[in-house]
């Protein structure tokens, strides 16, 4: 990850101050039926210099910044793109932003949202446009899972020759390694008895017989689908109370009832336990695994993005550069 894009993750953390608003404003770029605006360009530099300014100093501060300005226009494009193309699949990330609100409300021990929500006020942001950058990462990030990622495979054989080259770097506390299937509640509706149905019938599959993954990949509606629902491994105490305490009276493989919470039913199985020490392969497979895919997430992003600038109409105005286009100006 470079220096540029880590900081654009380090800034979700809180939100920046926006600049004041311009009573005139301009198209710099059509991207198919949507538009991307001089102001926008500009807030969004705003915001990744002043992550950059708390990470960075010096001439490695101005590389960074340089950077951020060189390709912000491609990476707005490309985040339009994506947002497009999930629309049209219907990932629909409302209740990630509820999620992420309630999350950011503990983080900062909040006694209420409306509390957090003036708080985001006082920082001189609007909150709908907050819960819009929430929801426009999610969306994304949902679909690169589904279109991207998923098409990367990492063999047993490919983890295990890491895990036998690092070994010393999986010798941890006592810990479990967990999986889960959610089905979301609708928040229109959270007695909702076709989410229960829906919960009991994956629930039934799994007592069964069949395989705990399977299921959660075809039946699990949040972003762990993608792994089969696997969490991968916690140390003893990193676990949040949700998961924790059901998990606590599960013996290796065992398979939870339906755990009701306020926006989903959760389904959990304890894969295994670890007393401390260096973790066996299997307890530490799936989190070498993932790592070893996340570092081909840059070029599957790339190339899954090449494919859609493809069969995308992107006009970039008279003064500004789409680094992702090609030198002869078409896209890549």
Known sequence: MTRVAWALSAAMAWPPAAPAQTLF??????????VILKSEHELQMSTLETALIEQFDGAELLEAIEEGRANMLRDMIDQSLLVQRA???????????????????????????????????????????YREMIRTRYVAEVLLGQEAYRQIIITTEEAREYYEANTEEFDSPPGVRIQEIVVLKDPNSPDDGEKRAKAEAALARVRDGEDFQEVAFEESEVSTAELGGDLGFFETGALSPIYAEPAAGLERNQVSEIIELPDAYLILKLVDRHDGGIRVFELAMNE????????????????YLVELRAESFIDVKDGYVDTGATPDGSEE
Not at 88 to 113: K, P, S, W
Not at 288 to 303: D, G, K, W
């Open 87 to 129: 629309e049209e699949f219907g990932i629909d990330g409302d209740l990630e932003v509820v999620r992420t609100m309630e999350q950011l409300r503990q983080d900062y021990d909040y006694d209420t949202q409306e509390y957090l929500q003036a708080a985001i006020v006082a920082q001189g942001d609007s909150v709908e446009e």
């Open 288 to 303: 070498i695994q993932q790592y070893l895919a996340s570092l081909q997430y840059p070029e599957a992003r790339r190339t």
């Open 25 to 34: 404003d301009e198209i710099i770029a059509v991207v198919n039926n949507d």
